[in-house]
């Protein structure tokens, strides 16, 4: 069974930090794509990062580059979002997914993604 699992979430002020974790179990970490998504309320769910299975290239939404960084222990089958200087605008449910055939900044499309997990609540106060 496929399995992935967000945590780390909560509240924090703005300017600071959370380390969000997905854990995977039931394929092969290896070969896939496993992207951060967000979905703020009323809002359409967005890509934040990802990183690719083919070469372990890393890639980011504009609004949080330079302030989040994507990194993954094969070893733990495990994605990290370090998520640093947090902003309000930042607030969202946020879900780890994974593809197998996604390459490139295509890992940052939320449509069509093979498996999802259940998502875990980022709430940055002002």
């Known amino acids: 069974e496929v399995q992935l699992q967000a945590s780390g979430g909560g509240l924090v002020q703005a300017g600071g930090s959370l380390r969000l974790s997905c854990a995977a179990s039931g394929f092969t970490f290896d070969d896939y794509a496993i992207g951060w998504f967000r979905q703020a309320p009323g809002k359409e769910r967005e890509g934040v990062s990802c990183?690719?299975?083919?070469?372990?290239?890393?890639y980011y939404a504009g609004s949080v580059k330079g302030r989040f960084t994507i990194s993954s222990d094969n070893a733990k089958n495990t994605v990290y979002l370090q998520m640093n200087s947090l902003k309000p605008e930042d607030t969202a449910v946020y879900y780890c997914?994974?593809?197998?055939?996604?390459?490139?900044?295509?890992?940052?499309?939320?449509?069509?993604?093979?498996?999802w997990g259940k998502g875990t609540l980022v709430t940055v106060s002002s």
């Open positions: 997914a994974a593809d197998l055939t996604r390459y490139g900044t295509s890992c940052l499309r939320a449509h069509g993604m093979d498996y």
């Open positions: 990183i690719s299975s083919s070469d372990g290239s890393t």
